[in-house]
């Protein structure tokens, strides 16, 4: 397996770390990855990380079991994803320079570590929070988008993130975009504008 997938660049001062969804692996985001940077001043490394659990279909991949749901096993998957993002070369490129995003289940995995991490911002797209999550007082800012069609993970799930994250005093964003369980233009165009209003030197 590809344990990630990185697009590097030796003038690079940001980087974006993809989550993908459940079913899909680490080559899924890299097309939105490169949209979401090109053409800013500030070079970006793009890393893709691939779920470490094979998808049950036989195809993709997971970051814990969800048909059924295991959210037993979401603590042990998001020690092990944190381990992960500890291997990369964070003396070159430091978290506060760092934006992290996922989609879906890849979103889900996102805002846990949005609450143990001080990456510059979080960006968690169609996404979900699990049970038992709690978001810290000193978190990064989320971004939280979601499409009004939805039909897999509904909208709700992210006004349930919207929700808990404004409760606990950190500053979020909510955006509802015209489409279904998907990133299209639209999404990317919103995500564009967020990164090179607030990221951007």
């Given at each position: 397996?590809?344990?990630?997938?990185?697009?590097?660049?030796?003038?690079?001062?940001?980087?974006?770390?993809?989550?993908?969804?459940?079913?899909?692996?680490?080559?899924?985001?890299?097309?939105?990855?490169?949209?979401?940077?090109?053409?800013?001043?500030?070079?970006?490394?793009?890393?893709?990380?691939?779920?470490?659990?094979?998808?049950?279909?036989?195809?993709?991949?997971?970051?814990?079991?969800?048909?059924?749901?295991?959210?037993?096993?979401?603590?042990?998957?998001?020690?092990?994803?944190?381990?992960?993002?500890?291997?990369?070369?964070?003396?070159?490129?430091?978290?506060?320079?760092?934006?992290?995003?996922?989609?879906?289940?890849?979103?889900?995995?996102?805002?846990?570590?949005?609450?143990?991490?001080?990456?510059?911002?979080?960006?968690?797209?169609?996404?979900?929070?699990?049970?038992?999550?709690?978001?810290?007082?000193?978190?990064?800012?989320?971004?939280?988008?979601?499409?009004?069609?939805?039909?897999?993970?509904?909208?709700?799930?992210?006004?349930?993130?919207?929700?808990?994250?404004?409760?606990?005093?950190?500053?979020?964003?909510?955006?509802?975009?015209?489409?279904?369980?998907?990133?299209?233009?639209?999404?990317?165009?919103?995500?564009?504008?967020i990164i090179k209003q607030k990221?951007?030197?």
């Amino acid at each position: 397996m590809t344990e990630l997938i990185s697009l590097n660049s030796e003038f690079a001062t940001n980087r974006l770390v993809l989550l993908h969804g459940w079913g899909a692996d680490a080559n899924d985001l890299l097309p939105v990855g490169k949209l979401l940077t090109e053409g800013f001043k500030n070079r970006f490394e793009i890393v893709s990380l691939a779920a470490p659990q094979p998808h049950p279909s036989g195809f993709g991949r997971q970051w814990y079991p969800l048909y059924p749901h295991e959210w037993d096993q979401v603590p042990n998957a998001v020690l092990d994803l944190e381990r992960r993002l500890k291997n990369l070369s964070f003396e070159k490129i430091p978290l506060d320079k760092t934006l992290l995003l996922g989609f879906s289940q890849g979103g889900a995995m996102a805002l846990e570590l949005a609450s143990r991490n001080k990456f510059a911002g979080v960006f968690a797209l169609s996404s979900y929070p699990h049970p038992e999550w709690e978001p810290l007082k000193d978190m990064p800012p989320v971004f939280l988008c979601h499409g009004n069609l939805d039909q897999v993970v509904p909208k709700e799930a992210s006004q349930k993130s919207f929700d808990i994250i404004r409760e606990n005093g950190i500053k979020s964003d909510l955006y509802f975009f015209e489409g279904g369980h998907e990133i299209n233009n639209e999404l990317i165009d919103h995500c564009r504008r967020i990164i090179k209003q607030k990221f951007l030197s």
